[in-house]
């Protein structure tokens, strides 16, 4: 009986070679990738899709109730003909970002990829035929700066796609297919992805949370991870399902809000140890959006990725590209005042992790060894109180022009005393610990 068991045991953890994943222990090249990924802390996220076409958001299927046979025809009319991968991550380095998230395949179920598995991809079913993460990979790879991959769970296009979840219902399918085979299929264009493309920074999934109200529902996450990491091994693996992070995960990802606030609505969890990101939108709309013209000021954006700094994480800023294939200009003008504001600022972001000091109305710390990068973003006094009562503050200068900043130390803290009330979008003092 013992050695039925066993045997059992054995040939499961041949079959499913995850099953070692539950006790995940991420190599070195993957410790690695997550101390750099850390490092970077500034990607930049690109929904686009056929849905780009209807103007309204990635999630215009769903919402509008748009039969799958009828939606599937908007892919014989995309031609993105200003389309240039290199322009996209021109524009995009330009912002001091470090990486680059883009949508191979939403919860429409269309690749942006070329796929032995489907047809239903840009190549096959588009008069562009061109495959685009195929040319954003190698310009990524080109221009030095990372590529990661945006792979959506759910599926309102396939039938296999079951069961179904709380969404997609109006899409017109009647007939349903195996969930194994769905599977499967996600398994073989994620094999694509992380097998034609180079190095893969990361796969990050949405859309576990389709399933909540099927409780005994499986995903089979620990084999897929496992996959992934087989394949890829330094490639980070993150989740969008809003909860503490499942074995296997490299990065915790946080939607709409900073690690540990919750306004948005769907945070909230546990912060926990691994690599943190936030992910948050230009305008307010992931895909484009004809009608959402309403981009955050630079002010607001560099707020964002200086706090997500001081939280300890990092920043994915989302753009929505056009039908026509260009990002919109509103957004190049964005990306292009944030890395003005990078160059002369980012060694108090790169490399950095979330300071001594735990972020405060005023603003947050960042921190690179002795040196605490104090970020004042909103005070209206000449002077500021830190609580630092067990390191002893040796310096303290303007990051800008290194002038002397006067200050006092005892017992209960630190307190600052500025030349002037702070009006900078962010007044950095830097300390030497
Ligand atoms: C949500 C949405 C999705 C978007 C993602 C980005 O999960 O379903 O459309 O891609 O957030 O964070």
């Known amino acids: 009986m013992k050695k039925r068991v066993l045997s059992l045991l054995l040939t499961a953890s ?8 539950k006790e995940y222990v991420p190599v070195p090249e993957n410790v690695q990738a997550r101390k750099e990924f850390q490092d970077n802390k500034f990607g930049i996220f690109l929904h686009y ?49 470090k990486y680059i998230c ?3 395949r939403h919860h429409d179920g269309f690749s942006m990829f070329d796929s032995k598995y489907t047809d239903y991809n ?32 759910i599926d309102w296009y396939r039938n296999d796609y079951y069961p179904l979840g709380r969404t997609g219902h109006g899409t017109g399918r009647t007939t349903h297919g195996e969930w ?38 499986d995903w089979q996450l620990p084999e897929q991870y496992a996959m992934i990491h087989k394949l890829q091994p330094a490639c980070l693996v993150g989740n969008n399902h809003h909860q503490t992070p499942f074995p296997g995960e490299d ?49 607001t954006l560099i707020h964002y990725l200086v706090k997500a700094a001081g939280m300890n994480a990092n920043l994915l800023m989302n753009i929505g590209p056009q039908p026509n294939g260009e990002l919109p200009a509103i957004s190049v003008e964005r990306l292009k005042e944030m890395g003005e504001w990078m160059k002369i600022y980012s060694e108090t972001i790169y490399g950095t992790r979330g300071g001594i000091v735990p972020p405060h109305d005023w603003g947050v710390t960042t921190q690179k060894s002795n040196k605490l990068y104090v970020h004042i973003l909103n005070l209206q ?47 950095v003092i830097e300390l030497d610990l």
């Open 102 to 104: 883009f949508t191979t």
């Open 49 to 97: 899709g056929i849905y780009s076409m209807l103007a309204d958001g990635e999630w215009a299927m769903h919402n509008k109730n748009l039969n799958y046979k009828e939606y599937a025809k908007l892919a014989g009319g995309f031609y993105p003909s200003k389309f240039n991968a290199a322009e996209w991550v021109a524009a995009i380095k330009a912002s001091g970002a």
């Open 381 to 427: 006094d000449k002077g500021l109180f830190l609580p630092i009562t067990d390191q002893k503050i040796k310096k303290a200068v303007m990051f800008t022009d290194k002038t002397p900043v006067k200050f006092t130390q005892d017992k209960q803290g630190v307190v600052l005393k500025l030349a002037e009330v702070p009006t900078d979008i962010d007044y």
């Open 122 to 153: 840009v190549v096959k079913a588009t008069p562009f035929k061109r495959d685009i993460v195929k040319e954003l990979a190698d310009e990524c790879h080109k221009q030095g700066i990372k590529i990661h991959f945006y792979y959506s769970h």
């Open 180 to 217: 194994k085979t769905y599977y499967q299929f996600m398994n073989n264009q994620l094999t694509e992805l992380l097998t034609n493309y180079g190095p893969v920074g990361a796969i990050w999934f949405d859309g576990w949370w389709d399933q909540d109200q099927n409780p005994g529902f």
């Open 251 to 299: 990065i915790q990802i946080f939607e709409r809000d900073l690690p540990g606030e919750n306004n948005a609505g769907l945070s909230g969890q546990e912060v926990s140890p691994l690599p943190l990101e936030t992910c948050e939108t230009m305008n307010g709309m992931w895909g484009y959006k004809i009608t959402d013209q309403d981009y955050k000021s630079t002010k």
């Open 14 to 21: 041949l079959a499913f070679p995850a099953l070692a994943q």
